[in-house]
C-alpha cells in the first residue's frame, strides 16, 4: 500500500528560508515523477513544483527563482527562499505522478499529511 510521508514546515518571517522533504514508501513501480501543491485558506488547491525522475522540472510563475524542487528514488525535496506573506498554506507531497507536455498530473491516491507554511512578521 502506497504510504506519501512529508517533514518540515513552520513559522518563517517574510526572506526566510525553509526546506519540504517527502518519501512515498511501498511503491512497487516506478514513479515517473513527483511534486508538490499548496492549499492557501479560502483556495484551491494548486501546484507548485514538480520533478521527473529525469530531472526534468515546472515550477509555477509565483514560485520561479525563489523554489527549487529535487528528487531523489523515491523522494522530493522543496527548497523554498525569500519566501513571502502570499506563500502561506498548507503544503502537499504529491508522491506520484505524471510528467507529460511540460504539465503535471498528480495520482490522486499519493497524497502526503500536508505541512503548515506561514510566512510572518
Known amino acids: 500500500q502506497l504510504q506519501v510521508v512529508q517533514s518540515g514546515g513552520g513559522l518563517v518571517q517574510p526572506g526566510g528560508s525553509l526546506t519540504l522533504s517527502c518519501e512515498t514508501l511501498?511503491?512497487?513501480?516506478?514513479?515517473?515523477?513527483m511534486g508538490w501543491y499548496r492549499q492557501a485558506p479560502g483556495g484551491e488547491r494548486e501546484m507548485v513544483a514538480a520533478v521527473t525522475s529525469g530531472g526534468s522540472t515546472v515550477y509555477a510563475d509565483s514560485v520561479k527563482g525563489r523554489f527549487t524542487i529535487s528528487r531523489g528514488h523515491d523522494t522530493v525535496t522543496l527548497e523554498m527562499k525569500n519566501l513571502k506573506v502570499e506563500d502561506t498554506a498548507i503544503y502537499y507531497c504529491?508522491?506520484?505522478?505524471?510528467?507529460?507536455?511540460?504539465?503535471?498530473?498528480?495520482?490522486?491516491?499519493?497524497w502526503g499529511q500536508g505541512a503548515q507554511v506561514t510566512v510572518s512578521s
Open positions: 504529491s508522491g506520484r505522478g505524471t510528467y507529460l507536455n511540460d504539465k503535471y498530473f498528480p495520482n490522486h491516491g499519493a
Open positions: 511501498g511503491s512497487s513501480i516506478s514513479i515517473n515523477a
